[in-house]
């Protein structure tokens, strides 16, 4: 006879909260088979039954599990995670290396970013206590359209991204900062043209940036950049040290000659080169095997 478990409660510590049970319901498939019925879930987690009966019916919303009559099962929410997750740490260990060398010879601070929507994340940041007017950590996020970062990986992929950029809102984060959607689309235009994008001043008064593309032939999946309080003297000569240290990580990664043949298309065209790591087609980065 089964019996529904009672979440025991150790004394002086708190109840569970629903993050921490979604988390054992979850933790409930590891090493399992690749089906779980409702009973098998709440043996495994310990939560009682009418929470994990909840908690699963949520987790089906989100995708990250599927249901098959009464049994459940990984869905493709959590094997899209997994995926970005696999491809953020193979490109942050590759980067690695570089970017401390990037630093090193230019004596500023450096970042390597990906876009997520409409906003950059921070995968790395490199740089000393003297870096500190530079408002950025590592898991960080800044509107992308008033980066060097942001607008360096919109420049060289589709045009969806930059419409919902323009949708998003091009709010005004300082004087100088790119706020009229033609402007913006003219100034992706000129990044493409140069290979590198600058930000003077257009997301914090005082910070410069200049950053350059991760990508082969197709699309940018990430940029790297260096930035600091005193770089718009100096944003032109450190644009080929960037490029330079963008090509390097690529080729850490694949190797010279194994770049996509296709070439880079103009914002707005199709999806060509590397696919973009978005939740949308992740399905294309689990077929790319070198990413995996």
């Known amino acids: 006879m089964t019996t529904s478990a009672v979440e025991p409660v150790e004394a002086g510590m708190p109840p569970l909260s629903l993050l921490e049970k979604a988390a054992k319901v979850l933790s409930a498939f590891e090493s399992a088979g690749p089906r779980l019925t409702l009973t098998e879930v709440v043996q495994r ?9 909840r908690i699963l019916d949520q987790l089906v919303q989100l995708r990250w599990l599927e249901r098959e009559g009464r049994d459940y099962r990984l869905g493709m929410g959590m094997l899209e995670l997994g995926a970005m997750a696999s491809h953020h740490n193979r490109l942050r260990r590759a980067a690695l290396p570089h970017l401390h060398a990037l630093h090193e010879s230019t004596g500023h601070l450096v970042h390597l970013t990906v876009l997520d929507g409409s906003e950059v994340v921070y995968l790395e940041r490199i740089g000393g206590s003297d870096d500190s007017v530079v408002p950025s950590r590592t898991g960080g996020r800044q509107p992308a359209y008033c980066t060097a970062s942001g607008k360096a990986i919109l420049a060289f992929g589709d045009g969806a991204p930059v419409e919902q950029v323009i949708r998003d809102g091009l709010r005004a984060r300082t004087p100088r900062t790119i706020t009229r959607p033609e402007s913006f689309r003219r100034e992706l235009a000129m990044t493409r043209e140069r290979g590198v994008a600058f930000d003077h001043e257009e997301g914090y008064r005082g910070v410069f940036c200049v950053a350059a593309p991760l990508r082969g032939a197709g699309r940018a999946v990430a940029a790297i950049s260096v930035s600091g309080h005193g770089v718009h003297r100096e944003m032109e000569r450190l644009a080929p040290a960037v490029r330079g240290c963008a090509r390097s990580v690529w080729q850490s990664m694949f190797g010279p000659g ?10 707005g065209a199709g999806p060509v080169g590397l696919p973009q790591p978005s939740m949308d087609n992740m399905m294309a980065w689990l077929r790319f095997s070198d990413w995996m």
């Open 45 to 53: 987690s310990g939560i009682r039954r009418s929470s994990a009966h």
């Open 258 to 267: 194994r770049q996509p043949e296709k070439r880079a298309q103009p914002v």
